[in-house]
């Protein structure tokens, strides 16, 4: 059974945006999803801001394995409501890669819970991707270093947690540094951010930044069935407990009471 | 310069259930900021949810170092721009210690991004605390675990990140764990989730309990000045970075344009 | 291609004491061998203490991908040579599952760089391992929680290095608590640590315990070529920089010469 | 209470190298124990590696807080015992900072449990160290990145355990980066990899660098009383347990014996 992807997209600055369009004439979203290309394993498919839910419905979403995220300007205009739905998503097993400006996306500050900025400076310089753990999944197939020509810079402090896995760290020729691949877990769901992808630049037709996203579709795929009791709060009745129990002492709750929330 | 610290309680129980009027007469806070006795490195204060602002006004919060949190049935009740307003100075540097039913808070969620929920069992069975990570400030002084004649049961899974540490994991009665004692830094702010603490219960006259709470206060304290700039995403111009660059190839933002968010 | 586990038993219990051969008539290592049985993505064999270098040769080790581990009264008897040899797989890649006392065993010491040290009984006790972190590929297709009937108890503190994942945690009956189930990494290699598996029970016959063992040899093995190079320390030349540079300053290491180590 | 710093050192490229000499004519650990100057609540020794029992003495490690470590050519000459002497009173309590060749030191190797080998070049480039945890205690009062003018570069992948912490990161002329300070326990003591230092540069000459190794210091000191029973393995007889328990089932262990290690 393949894993399905579904590469999200605001697609904003491709409908105004000369260079844009011709850097990435279908949209970003189809630069991305050409990460899958002669994946046999992987199927995919596109959804973009300006759809209806923005594409991303409770049944699309019920049958996304993985979904990846670019967005820039338009990170207000993503409905809250489908914020958290795609958050829920997540805890239930859904693996979310995110793309680049993402870091500042509803969804990924969410699931982070801090202000995940950053510096920039947009001046074309050459960035430099290091591998810093090897065996991770996600770098499966890489060289020592991905070398883009032409990038714009992000630099720490990048206000994340603390990673589970620190995977690749970024060199500037202006001379800062940032963690471009990081890993979380949020519930079921595993996230990746993965920096590169400024759109003023053809990072995403690089072969091997493309390889990291098919790497990491692969790593964020959780085969197991979707977690959907995640946020239930059950009551284990002391008559039912794993080693019964008589009730001691006062109670709050009544017998079969549903807990607060 | 002493640490202030201010302790929240929404104070309903209190106001409604003889039980709990018996065992905290003045209120969960007053119990709470009573771990603090005697400790001259630390002033306290106490707010609730029915004061103006829930007692968490801008200046307020701007002269706390640490705010510990109790809530329970009224977690829905806290305004959604205080809660953001909290969720900011705890960025900035601002300890924060959540209790018990805490799990379920807006603030703890929102700083998480994971649904914090668990099982849970009010029979007033016995609850061990044990202490595993010996070395840790929060543990300081502490036996081997912590007793608890009654307490209601929380159990695992608790869907919350993967902690930074684990100080305490809780045996019960029952046949349960959880992890009781659990340590994040979000921003420049340090976070300690501690578990005990159910209303119907004296648990927050435990010695042992409020000598954690008092650890975990003083190792929550960033004597760093707040961190104001945390959630700025500043531009580093060509000629101002580390490295001064040309800059090369296209160019999406006007010189001097503040980033998109 | 199969995944290669490598099951290593010391096989002296079975030797000598009449409860455990009638426990484990072929030893520990078969019974643990036999968690792989009609998983056709592995291959197993088996290594005791007795045979030639404990029959863990250069060349078996490198045609190797997973070795599970059990050890109890005979760790001073592995040749210190053979402890770093394996240790020398793991840092290129080969996963290592250590099991119950292998926590003393000279490989997971010196993989940890702690004392793995922990209280014990041996009073045929409850365990009741519970899984924390179900998201988890090692904790795949279980239920809430094993219960075995009859355990030796391990109990905190267990002085390991904080883990990279908590996947299980387990309740004793007389009242302890033990992180049952943790990762580490080290080098290009996955380690787990499970803790079931007294000699004096038959804990290898119960299905649940062994799907544990199979998750986790799936879990820890590598796919990727070893990493031969991973104790090198190469010198980069100037010339030879990703940015090449004029050499400024003074030197105290000839040109091509190799580093002190 | 003073915390009692004890300052490590090889000491022999201050013999044999005239450069070395000229730059640290007292030797590197008098320049490195100049961090402490002025801070009342440090005091500080050295020890060097031609003194009996290389300087490290049982007695005098058991008066030591904070343990800093400077080698290089001579990590074959430090003598076993006194390795596991020191690994011993790490896992007591005592802080240990690593500075910068001592990566490949017996002592942190083996407290790692990996090779801890890296890329190097020796060019006098420029090395600007970032850092990116703002918030950590031994980031305290520093700039947005310390620019050492002239230093030795070390590039990843570094082969060290995935940190608890990641405090700073380096970014070199020459297109390299690395995790240039990381926090560890083992046992209940603490451990910080300081990278910068190269003996052919003035380095400890660096405020800013000697500030790091100030605040290092304080937070590496453990208040707590050594925890001299680290390694033990206690038995917990059924009838002492927190729940007094009945034996059940078969015994391997006569009561009251030693367990085995």
């Known amino acids: 059974m393949a894993i399905r992807a579904l590469v999200w997209n605001e697609n904003e600055h491709e409908k105004t945006n000369a260079l844009v369009q011709k ?3 279908k949209g970003i979203h189809h630069a991305v999803a050409a990460a899958f290309a002669g994946a046999s394993d992987i199927t995919v498919e596109t959804a973009t801001l300006d759809q209806p839910e923005h594409g991303l419905s409770e049944e699309r979403l019920r ?5 990846l995220w670019w967005g820039h300007k338009a990170h207000g205009k993503v409905d809250d409501a489908i914020v958290e739905r795609v958050q829920r998503r997540v805890w239930e097993g859904m693996g979310l890669i995110v793309l680049h400006s993402g870091h500042f996306s509803k969804i990924f500050k969410r699931l982070m819970g801090t202000p995940c900025a950053l510096k920039w400076r947009e001046a074309g310089e050459v960035e430099r991707v290091w591998v810093i753990n090897r065996n991770h999944p996600i770098a499966a197939g890489l060289p020592e270093y991905i070398e883009i020509e032409h990038e714009e ?11 589970l896995e620190t995977v690749l760290i970024s060199w500037f020729e202006g001379g800062e540094v940032f963690r471009s691949g990081v890993t979380y877990q949020r519930g079921a769901g595993r996230i990746f951010y993965f920096r590169p992808g400024h759109e003023a630049y053809p990072t ?7 390889k990291v996203i098919l790497n990491a579709t692969r790593w964020a795929f ?31 709750h009544e017998a079969g009471e549903t807990g607060f929330r």
């Open 23 to 25: 850097l990435y004439p």
């Open 63 to 67: 049958k996304t394995d993985v979904l």
């Open 153 to 163: 810079m992000y630099g720490e402090p990048f206000t994340i947690p603390e990673p």
């Open 204 to 210: 995403y037709h690089n072969p091997l930044v493309l």
């Open 222 to 252: 959780n085969p197991a069935p979707a977690w959907t009791a995640v946020d239930d709060a059950p009551n284990v009745p002391h008559d039912k407990a794993p080693v019964p129990l008589d009730v001691k002492g006062p109670r709050l």
